[in-house]
């Protein structure tokens, strides 16, 4: 019984503080990144093919884009954190995904889409373009009609 007593007192303190919460999560937290999503496409607009790997960590969402080379080689382009930590999906062309290429302002070069909840678990859409100066993707903004 006594037994039973210390560990139910150890339960409580551990709920009630949430330091002693957190290092508890930690442990029981699988270590490394879970790949959410993968998807391939132009999404440089210069004719090479790209793969973007959506993954979760314990910083965050992120993505990265890996050039792919013609004997199967990638090169790293980019390593974008996105601003929100719960990962998203959202209903394209009728498929449930967690991440999609597409031309969403009709400009005629394509953007990457990676959707997240924010803490109050309201949705967001990131769209994010490659910057051909800078060499980097960047939040986008499409026009609102």
């Known amino acids: 019984m006594a037994v039973f007593f210390v560990v139910a007192t150890l339960l409580i303190v551990v709920a009630v503080v ?7 999560q930690f442990a029981f937290t699988p270590v490394g990144n879970e790949v959410l999503a993968t998807v391939q496409g132009n999404l440089l607009n210069d004719g090479s093919i790209v793969k973007v790997i959506k993954y979760k960590s314990t910083q965050g969402v992120f993505v990265e884009v890996h050039k792919l080379g013609d004997e199967g080689q990638t090169t790293l382009v ?23 290429i597409t031309d ?42």
Do not use: C, M, W
Request: aromatic fraction near 8%.
């Open 18 to 24: 949430p330091s002693l919460r957190e290092k508890v």
């Open 78 to 100: 980019d390593r974008i954190l996105l601003p929100d930590k719960q990962d998203g999906l959202f209903n394209f062309h009728s498929q449930v995904t967690r991440l999609a």
């Open 104 to 145: 969403i302002d009709g400009d005629g070069k394509v953007e990457l889409l990676a959707p997240t909840f924010d803490d109050q678990l309201v949705p967001h859409l990131n769209v994010l373009r490659y910057n051909r100066t800078t060499l980097r993707f960047e939040l986008f903004t499409p026009p609102q009609d």
